[in-house]
């Protein structure tokens, strides 16, 4: 019996030592970094602990295939953060829940969590607020023509509805449209964000299928008319039924959706331009979409592109939301000024188009009547304080609101488009 004991031994240890092998193998592959199953084990953990609303396996999935994403960009731009920023930022998050950095480090510890996962979380929202703040912050200002019409809505009782959704366009050319159809309504049924994410990778054909087609916050009111009762009409979880747009069928699932305390401009035009490729959604036309999309800024670009061939091949146009054509204003939602739409096609699918957002003109209505400035005070030893203006503190406010939220819609676009165009494979 005794000399069982050692042979025992070595098969615990080999079985140990795959155990161990197996959790710090590579799961899941980001460009050229890896993600480990220890390390969704360990956020999938967190994100319990922390109560995360959502599965949390599939919530750890999603979120360290986004931060190695953010890490990525951050290193290109060289915004990774200092060992002293992730410090004070780790000791900021830990004063959310009133403890000290140290003390929720314990915390966690205590649920199975280890320093270095909470770590790495707060590292890719650090570099990833840099960047974005880099990048974006010079062309999200706010003109004072925006604030006043804000401050009028405001003033006249308006709030305001931002819905999140996840989108999915499925290409219907002739030949595949009841094959679309089927699969579009199976996918219509669908109650988790899970399961439509998994479609999204799986068959949309819209620049955020890498995303699980997880699109940004959005204005309701930037939404086609068409879609807004629809939205409104979903609780979340909850898919929208099938859309049928020229050679495609389109299906949305809301996410979130929350009231704001004002209303955010409403479009009286949009003006865009529509460049038609030949060849459809083939490998080479997208490629080519690709390669034009990182050599024009503006629309004004595309008639340099368009010169020499027919008339027909360009189509550049302003007309007001409910007027434009439902798979044109779908994708025209999702844009800014100078981005480019490569979802669409025409002549049942054997043209691509390459749908670039020119610019949205604004309703004008009046703004309101400011009110008087407050009067001036004095302190203990007489010297005057200056005075708060409450108009110029609500105007200062209310600039910041919209700031923010034009951040947070281009840094939403922007990680989209990295998870378009990385390579993300299952191990």
Request: glycine share 6%; charged share 25%; aromatic share 4%.
């Amino acid at each position: 019996m005794f000399k069982l004991i050692p042979t025992v031994l070595v098969a615990l240890c080999m079985a140990t030592t795959a155990v161990a092998q197996n959790l710090f193998a590579p799961a899941i592959k980001v460009n050229d970094d890896n993600i480990t199953n220890y390390e969704l084990q360990q956020r999938a953990t967190m994100l319990g602990l922390l109560r995360a609303p959502g599965n949390p396996d599939d919530l750890a999935r999603e979120q360290l295939i986004d931060d190695r994403l953010r890490i990525q960009a951050a290193s290109r731009a060289g915004t990774l953060p200092t060992e002293a920023e992730i410090i004070d930022g780790m000791s900021e998050f830990a004063a959310r829940a009133n403890l000290t950095r140290e003390e929720f480090v314990k915390a966690l510890a205590g649920g199975g969590v280890d320093e270095s996962t909470f770590r790495e979380f707060v590292r890719a929202g650090i570099a990833w607020r840099t960047l974005i703040q880099q990048r974006f912050a010079p062309r999200s200002q706010v003109s004072e023509q925006e604030i006043d019409r804000a401050l009028a809505r405001r003033a006249n009782g308006g709030s305001g509805v931002r819905v999140l959704l996840s989108e999915i366009i499925i290409p219907a050319p002739p030949e595949q449209a009841e094959a679309a159809q089927r699969r579009a309504q199976d996918i219509s049924n669908m109650t988790t964000e899970a399961e439509f994410s998994r479609a999204a990778r799986r068959f949309s054909a819209t620049a955020t299928r890498g995303a699980g087609g997880r699109l940004p916050w959005q204005n309701l009111n930037d939404l086609p008319p068409v879609l807004r009762p629809l939205v409104l009409g979903l609780a979340p979880g909850e898919v929208t039924d099938p859309i049928n747009i020229p050679n495609a069928v389109a299906l949305f699932q809301l996410r979130a959706i929350e009231e704001l305390p004002y209303v955010e401009p409403t479009y009286s035009s949009i003006e865009y331009a529509a460049y038609y490729m030949p060849g459809g959604r083939s490998d080479a036309s997208l490629a080519k979409a690709k390669s034009l999309a990182a050599h024009v800024d503006q629309c004004d670009d595309l008639y340099g592109v368009a010169q020499g061939q027919p008339e027909d091949v360009l189509d550049r146009g302003s007309l007001p939301p409910d007027q434009l054509p439902t798979d044109i204003a779908i994708e025209l939602a999702k844009l800014d000024p100078g981005e480019v739409s490569t979802a669409l096609t025409r002549a049942s699918g054997e043209t691509l188009v390459f749908l670039m957002l020119c610019g949205r003109s604004i309703a004008i209505e009046a703004p309101e009547v400011s009110a008087p400035a407050q009067t001036a005070e004095a302190d203990e030893d007489g010297e005057e304080i200056p005075a708060v203006d409450p108009e110029v503190e609500r105007r200062r406010s209310l600039a910041i609101g919209l700031q923010n939220r034009r951040v947070e819609s281009l840094a939403g676009n922007f990680l989209a488009q990295l998870r378009a165009d990385a390579r993300i494979v299952e191990q």
